[in-house]
C-alpha cells in the first residue's frame, strides 16, 4: 500500500494542496496538485486539479472548508488514494512570530500561539488557523505539522529587525522586521549552493522571490541575515498590488485630504488608504494591471509608459540587492524565483542593467529560459553567478511533515533536494 504526504495551503476562500507520495530513500515525489477556489460562494466554487501535467476544472457548490477538504479527498479516491493512506499533513502559516524559528508538529499551544498573533497577521493566520482546525477534524490522529513563512527569517541579527520607533511599540506591541516568503528563500539558497557546490553552511546569496508579492533576502552562511518584507508583507519593493516602501507621512495627508473632499469619517479614509496600499497599488497602480506579462509585452512593442513602469520596478529590486551585495562578505549567487522571476527575462535583464558597479553579463539565450533551474549570467569581476531557480515550496512543507509527522524525527540538516 503506498503512503502519502500532503501539503495544504489555507487561504480566506481558496485551498492549495500537493500530495506526494512516499518513495524508498526517504524521498518525496510528487503525486498530483491543485487548489480550490471561491470557497463560500457556491455559484462560483470549483476545483483546479493537476496530475501529470493535465489540468482540469470541476465546478462544484462548496460552501465551507471543510466541504472544500472533502471534495479534495474525493478527488483523491478517484485515484485509489485513501485518507488512511496520507501518513502526514504540512500546512503553510504565515507567521509563527518570535516564537518559532522552524517547523514544528502541531499540539495544542501551537494552535495558541498562531491565534494570539492573529494580531500582527489579520489576513493570514486566521485562514491558515481554519485550515488546521479542519484537517483535524478531518483527519483525526494524523500528525500534523506547521511551516512558517517567517521561521528562515528568525536569525535576523537585531540591528537588521529593529525599526527607529518608541521602545513601546517594540517591546508591547511587537513591531519589528519578521520577513516572509522564507520557505521560499530558504528551499532556493539551498538549491543554488547544491548547484555551485558549496557547502550550504559556506553559501553567501541574494534571493529574490518575485511574484504578486515581492520580496528580497540576504543570505550569509546559509542564513536569513536581512529581508525587505518588514512587519508585513507591505514593506519592501513594489509588488503586484502592494505599494511596498513609501514615506509614512503619506498615510496622513492622503487620509487628511479624503476627509477634507469627500466628508467621510477618519476611520473610512484609513481603511481606505489602507486598502488601496494593499490591493490598489504596485504595478496595478503604475500600469492599470499586476500582470507584469502584459506591462511587458507592451514595453516590447515600444510603449513608453509600460517601459517606464518595468524601469520603476526594477530599479526598486535593483536597490535593495544593491545594498545586500554591498554588506555581503562576498556573494556567490544572485537568485531569482517565483511566477514573474522565473517568467520574465525582459525583467531580469532590466534589473542587472540598473546594478552597474557589479559588472553583471546576462546570456540572452538562457535568459529565455522559462520555469529550468539555470544560470543566466554572471559578474566575472566579483564571482557571482546569477541563477533562475524555480522555488518549490511544498516540497519543504512535505519534507518537514514527513520528518517531524511521519517519522517522528528531527528535521534534516540536508535535505534530498539539496
Given at each position: 500500500m503506498n503512503k502519502?504526504i500532503?501539503?495544504l495551503?489555507?487561504?480566506?476562500?481558496?485551498?492549495?494542496?500537493?500530495?506526494?507520495l512516499?518513495t524508498?530513500?526517504?524521498q518525496?515525489e510528487?503525486?498530483?496538485?491543485?487548489?480550490v477556489?471561491?470557497?463560500?460562494?457556491?455559484?462560483?466554487?470549483?476545483?483546479?486539479?493537476?496530475?501529470?501535467?493535465?489540468?482540469?476544472?470541476?465546478n462544484?457548490?462548496?460552501?465551507?472548508?471543510?466541504?472544500?477538504?472533502?471534495?479534495v479527498?474525493?478527488?483523491?479516491?478517484?485515484?485509489?488514494?485513501h485518507?488512511?493512506?496520507?501518513k502526514?499533513?504540512g500546512?503553510?502559516?504565515?507567521?509563527?512570530?518570535?516564537?518559532?524559528n522552524h517547523?514544528i508538529?502541531i499540539?495544542q499551544?501551537v494552535?495558541?500561539?498562531?491565534e494570539?498573533?492573529?494580531?500582527?497577521?489579520?489576513?493570514?493566520?486566521?485562514?491558515?488557523?481554519?485550515?488546521?482546525?479542519?484537517?483535524?477534524?478531518?483527519?483525526?490522529d494524523?500528525?500534523?505539522?506547521?511551516?512558517?513563512?517567517?521561521?528562515?527569517?528568525a536569525?535576523?541579527?537585531?540591528y537588521?529587525?529593529r525599526?527607529?520607533?518608541?521602545?513601546?511599540?517594540?517591546?508591547?506591541?511587537d513591531?519589528?522586521?519578521?520577513?516572509?516568503?522564507?520557505t521560499s528563500?530558504?528551499?532556493?539558497?539551498?538549491?543554488?549552493?547544491?548547484?555551485?557546490?558549496?557547502a550550504?553552511?559556506t553559501?553567501?546569496?541574494?534571493?529574490?522571490?518575485?511574484?504578486?508579492?515581492?520580496?528580497?533576502t540576504k543570505?550569509?552562511?546559509?542564513?536569513?541575515?536581512?529581508?525587505s518584507?518588514?512587519?508585513t508583507?507591505?514593506?519592501?519593493?513594489?509588488?503586484?498590488?502592494?505599494?511596498?516602501?513609501?514615506?509614512?507621512?503619506i498615510?496622513?495627508?492622503?487620509?487628511?485630504?479624503?476627509?477634507?473632499?469627500?466628508?467621510?469619517?477618519?476611520?473610512?479614509?484609513?481603511?481606505?488608504v489602507?486598502?488601496?496600499?494593499?490591493k490598489?497599488s504596485?504595478l496595478?497602480a503604475?500600469?492599470?494591471?499586476?500582470?507584469?506579462?502584459?506591462?511587458?509585452?507592451k514595453?516590447e512593442?515600444?510603449?513608453?509608459?509600460?517601459?517606464?513602469?518595468?524601469?520603476?520596478?526594477a530599479?526598486?529590486?535593483?536597490?535593495?540587492i544593491?545594498?545586500?551585495?554591498?554588506t555581503?562578505?562576498?556573494?556567490?549567487?544572485l537568485v531569482?524565483?517565483?511566477?514573474?522571476?522565473e517568467?520574465?527575462?525582459?525583467v531580469r535583464?532590466k534589473?542587472?542593467?540598473?546594478?552597474?558597479?557589479?559588472g553583471?553579463?546576462?546570456?540572452?539565450?538562457?535568459?529565455?529560459?522559462?520555469?529550468?533551474?539555470?544560470q543566466?549570467?554572471?559578474?566575472?569581476?566579483?564571482?557571482?553567478?546569477?541563477?533562475?531557480?524555480?522555488?518549490?515550496?511544498?516540497i519543504?512543507i512535505?519534507?518537514?511533515?514527513y520528518?517531524?509527522?511521519?517519522?517522528?524525527?528531527?528535521?534534516?540538516?540536508?535535505?534530498?533536494?539539496?
Open positions: 502519502y500532503l501539503a495551503n489555507c487561504g480566506s476562500s481558496s485551498l492549495k494542496f500537493t500530495l506526494f512516499i524508498d530513500g526517504h518525496l510528487h503525486n498530483l496538485s491543485g487548489v477556489e471561491e470557497i463560500g460562494n457556491i455559484e462560483k466554487s470549483r476545483l483546479k486539479l493537476e496530475v501529470n501535467e493535465e489540468k482540469s476544472i470541476r462544484m457548490p462548496l460552501p465551507n472548508h471543510r466541504d472544500a477538504l472533502e471534495a479527498f474525493r478527488v483523491f479516491e478517484e485515484f485509489n488514494i485518507k488512511e493512506d496520507i502526514s499533513i500546512h503553510r502559516v504565515v507567521h509563527g512570530g518570535t516564537k518559532y517547523s508538529l499540539e499551544e494552535l495558541n500561539t498562531i494570539q498573533l492573529i494580531p500582527i497577521a489579520p489576513l493570514h493566520n486566521p485562514p491558515n488557523l481554519l485550515g488546521i482546525n479542519v484537517a483535524r477534524e478531518v483527519m483525526g494524523v500528525p500534523q505539522v506547521a511551516v512558517f513563512d517567517t521561521a528562515f527569517h536569525t535576523l541579527p537585531e537588521a529587525f525599526y527607529g520607533i518608541p521602545e513601546q511599540w517594540y517591546k508591547e506591541f513591531v519589528r522586521t519578521y520577513g516572509f516568503h522564507g528563500h530558504m528551499y532556493v539558497a539551498k538549491r543554488a549552493a547544491s548547484i555551485l557546490g558549496k550550504y553552511d553559501f553567501n546569496g541574494i534571493t529574490a522571490h518575485l511574484g504578486n508579492g515581492c520580496s528580497i543570505v550569509h552562511n546559509g542564513q536569513s541575515v536581512d529581508t518584507m518588514g512587519f508583507p507591505l514593506e519592501g519593493v513594489i509588488m503586484g498590488t502592494r505599494s511596498g516602501d513609501i514615506d509614512p507621512a498615510i496622513a495627508h492622503v487620509v487628511n485630504q479624503l476627509i477634507e473632499r469627500e466628508a467621510i469619517s477618519h476611520k473610512e479614509a484609513f481603511d481606505r489602507m486598502t488601496a496600499l494593499n490598489e504596485g496595478k503604475l500600469g492599470k494591471t499586476n500582470m507584469m506579462q502584459e506591462i511587458r509585452a514595453a512593442q515600444g510603449d513608453v509608459q509600460a517601459e517606464l513602469v518595468v524601469s520603476i520596478y530599479y526598486r529590486i535593483a536597490k535593495y544593491g545594498a545586500y551585495w554591498a555581503l562578505d562576498g556573494c556567490d549567487a531569482f524565483t517565483a511566477g514573474l522571476g517568467n520574465e527575462g525582459y535583464k534589473i542587472a542593467g540598473f546594478l552597474a558597479n557589479i553583471i553579463e546576462i546570456d540572452d539565450e538562457k535568459n529565455k529560459i522559462r520555469k529550468e533551474e539555470v543566466i549570467g554572471e559578474s566575472k569581476t566579483h564571482g557571482l553567478k546569477v541563477m533562475m531557480i524555480p522555488t518549490d515550496e511544498e519543504v512535505g519534507y518537514d511533515a520528518y517531524l509527522g511521519y517519522l517522528g524525527q528531527e528535521l534534516p540538516k540536508k535535505y534530498p533536494f539539496e
